[in-house]
């Protein structure tokens, strides 16, 4: 019996030795992981910064009827965005962001008023025109579920918004032409969570998350009197599917569901027949592709609103560049 | 139970198509650069892709910028392209190209005042949506054969056909009366019109390829595009009755102008799987003319030049990514957009021995 008991105590010494182990990373493959296999936050004392730059036109919406029609009259606008971001890991678990906005937008209208019984005809241009910071944010997220290679990982995260942006029209030459606020004027949280699960060379994941506004006073309008202005509270629903089509290029699918309630100025949603606010929402798909360098990540996308209700039709290009330290 | 039948024989003829062959280890080795100006012989390439163009400036008569969204009619234009090319042999390539695009362009409200009221007595809005398939291109690529690959030189005649009708649909004006509760009366002009050219032209052009030192390329390229004969089109005029338009067509007869199109491009591979290209490119058309206002009038002549900046990501033998960037920087008569360009081109043999494990 005891010589049984010894062969198998030597059997399964002999078995665990032989058997396979998970492979052991060098903290270099750590740092140029894609971002398939790099873990849900950043790994202890990694630091990754980066520059994402976005672009879009405001041509198209997606009216009440969820139809897609140019907007009314010649309104036409562009707006591009240039975030710096800034990432730390804490702990292998802990993770903590700041992102630096800079933010420019363009907006034109026009339209003729004509009199022909006093042979007066008059164009009016509202052009406004703002570049400048916007507001700053700072992110901390923390792994609840630690993932790895085959186990899921849940992650809540908490992003507050600091109005540093200017939050009033400046440069007012008068009612139609001035400098557009580059920042919202509000103090806003946004709590998320998110599901992550690596199946090697997929990666996909479902996240939700609730954006609330604190509200603020400010000028929607140069020459007019500061008003209590609130943004509507968004709830956002997304879903990604990302694959490796080699080692070093991924390409990222997402899928997003954003719903906005209605903007308030003094409680209601309206401050002039100019400036309705609605509830609106849309589904929106973000095809992308990245490119993994070493430490360097190059991702673009395009993201293209199908379906919505009140929101801008036209798709929004990013391109994004990190590195980790 | 049909479509299902469909759908597996889809499927099974897809994975039959990419399976490997032995003639894929001949782009797996090629950059960019050492790529030939024709396909491989059995080579089938699929070329997609989508450029969105900002269209906020035009040059003048006399080559200055205008800004268009000062003059509120900046607009947007997406373009969805597709291109198929086939290698017959290593020196001819047989091609097919069809793109489709749209724009809308919207102009100043205008608000009329016939009365002392409060509000405008009317309200009028004009806007042109330019949709549909641009001509389909039918055309081949012949090398001429050297003893060297430093030096590469194709011709390529080609046809354009006018696929697609380029009749713009008839006009969907409205017009709402006014009443007490809404004293205005709102009147929006819509027009159609087509993206085709809609007239049978011939092409023809030549490229010329240099193989320099250091794996850097520089190609120069020619084409000229003429129309083969006077076509005909319909124009719409419209006339109220009551809060109803009704619309007539006039037949017009127009005639094409003749382009000359011209690249000059340099690439170079940065890594093996990444190519950089900076190309100036232009096109100039001039002679035509068109009896659309009722008179013949000569088309005004057109020349736009451009920079472009690019790259090419070879993802795989067979997949290959591709972006521009497009910056007008000279004209005359035409519309200056900014674009940007995403490509995707897909590769295979799909007549070869596959490879059986």
Known sequence: MKRIFTSLVFLIIVCTSFSQEEDKLLVAEIKQSTVITEPATLNRGFFKIGSEFTYAVEDRVLAESGKRIYSTGNGWGRSSS???????????????????????????????????????????????????????QFTIRYQIIEGSKTKPSLTAGLTTSFPTGEKNPTNITDTLIFDYPTGSGEISVAPELTFRKITYPYSYSFSSCFLYSFGCEKKMLPYENTIHFKSGSRFILSCNFNFLLNDWIAVQNDLTYDNKQADTYKGTTMITSFMPSNDSWALIYTPGISFQFKKIRLAQGVSIPIIGKFWIADPQYRIMLQYIL | MRLLVLLVWIFMAGLTLNA?????????????????????????????????????????????????????????????????????????????ALNYARRGQRHETLYLWTTNSEVPDYEVTYFDEYTGFEDI????????????????????????????????????????????????????????????????????????????????????RVNYSGPFSVSKSIRWIHQLEGSDFIYDDIPYEYLLGNTWDYKADMTFPVISWFSATLSWSGRSTSEGWSEKTGYRIKNPDVRLSVLSVGYEIIASGRLWISESMNIPISGKNQLAPFSIYLGVCYNLFPFEKRIKY
């Open chain 2, 137 to 220: 291109y039918l055309g081949g690529v012949f090398k001429v054969p050297f003893e060297t690959d430093r030096i590469e030189i194709t011709l390529s005649p080609g046809i354009s056909l006018p696929l697609f009708s380029n009749k713009p649909d008839a006009p969907e004006n409205s017009i709402v009366l006014p009443t007490e509760a809404q004293p205005t009366t709102k009147i929006v002009y819509h027009s159609h019109q087509r993206m085709g050219n809609g007239s049978l032209a011939v092409k023809a052009g030549t490229t010329f390829l240099l193989r320099l030192p250091g794996n850097i390329n520089v190609s120069a």
């Open chain 1, 82 to 136: 240039e975030n710096l971001h800034f990432y730390y890991g804490a702990t292998n678990r802990i993770e903590f962001g700041f992102i630096l906005p800079y933010k420019f937008r363009s907006m034109h209208y026009s339209y003729i008023n004509e009199t022909p019984a006093s042979d007066t005809s008059i164009l009016i241009k509202w052009k406004t025109q703002g570049n400048g910071i916007g507001d700053i």
């Open chain 2, 20 to 96: 490997q062959t032995l003639r894929d280890s001949i782009l797996v080795n090629e950059r960019k650069t050492d790529r030939p100006l024709t396909l491989h012989k059995g080579q089938l390439q699929f070329n997609t892709g989508y450029e969105i163009s900002v269209i906020s400036k035009e040059y003048d008569n006399s080559g200055s910028t205008v800004s268009l969204a000062d003059m509120g009619i900046a607009s947007i234009l997406h373009k969805y392209c597709l291109e198929l090319n086939y290698g017959l042999l290593d020196f001819i390539q047989t091609s097919i």
